[in-house]
C-alpha cells in the first residue's frame, strides 16, 4: 500500500460566505482544477491527474511567490499536507474548447516546477 508522505500544497486562498477555502493554483474547476477542504483526502477531477505538491516548504514557498508577483486579485498559500505519491510521470487535464468539446493536455514531470511531487491523494491538515 503507498503510504502518506508529508508535503506542502500551494493553493489559491479565496473568501466565501462559509469562510476560507482553497482552489488548485493553475487549474480552474471547468479545466480539471479541484477544492481542497482541510482534513478532507482529495483526488483528481475525472479524467485529470495527478495532483502536484511539494516536498520541500522552500520549493513550494520559492513557486507560490512566482505565482504572488503582480497579482492583486488572488493569493496563493502554501499549507502542510500528506500526500500519497503517484506512479504517474506527467500532469493532465481536458482543456475545455469553445464549442464544449476537450483536449487532453499534459505535462512531463521534468518541465514542472522544481521539487514537485506528484500525488494520487492530498490530505490538507487544518491550519
Given at each position: 500500500?503507498?503510504?502518506?508522505?508529508?508535503g506542502?500544497?500551494?493553493?489559491?486562498?479565496?473568501?466565501?460566505?462559509?469562510?476560507?477555502?482553497?482552489?488548485?493554483?493553475?487549474?480552474?474547476?471547468e479545466?480539471?482544477?479541484?477544492?481542497?477542504?482541510?482534513?478532507?483526502?482529495?483526488?483528481?477531477?475525472p479524467?485529470?491527474?495527478?495532483?502536484?505538491?511539494?516536498e520541500?516548504?522552500n520549493?513550494?514557498?520559492?513557486?507560490?511567490?512566482?505565482?504572488?508577483?503582480?497579482?492583486?486579485?488572488?493569493?496563493?498559500?502554501?499549507l502542510?499536507?500528506?500526500?500519497?505519491?503517484?506512479?504517474?510521470?506527467?500532469?493532465?487535464?481536458?482543456?475545455?474548447l469553445?464549442?464544449?468539446?476537450?483536449?487532453?493536455?499534459?505535462q512531463?514531470?521534468?518541465?514542472?516546477?522544481?521539487?514537485?511531487?506528484?500525488a494520487?491523494?492530498?490530505?490538507?491538515?487544518d491550519?
Open positions: 500500500m503507498n503510504e502518506w508522505k508529508f506542502n500544497k500551494v493553493l489559491e486562498l479565496y473568501v466565501k460566505p462559509q469562510g476560507r477555502g482553497y482552489f488548485s493554483c493553475a487549474r480552474m474547476p479545466n480539471g482544477g479541484v477544492e481542497y477542504l482541510p482534513n478532507q483526502v482529495t483526488k483528481p477531477a479524467l485529470c491527474g495527478p495532483l502536484t505538491v511539494f520541500s516548504r520549493d513550494a514557498e520559492r513557486f507560490a511567490q512566482r505565482l504572488n508577483h503582480g497579482l492583486n486579485y488572488c493569493f496563493h498559500v502554501v502542510p499536507c500528506l500526500y500519497r505519491e503517484s506512479r504517474d510521470q506527467e500532469v493532465w487535464s481536458p482543456l475545455v469553445e464549442d464544449g468539446g476537450s483536449w487532453p493536455t499534459g512531463q514531470k521534468d518541465y514542472l516546477p522544481e521539487g514537485t511531487r506528484l494520487d491523494e492530498v490530505w490538507i491538515l491550519q
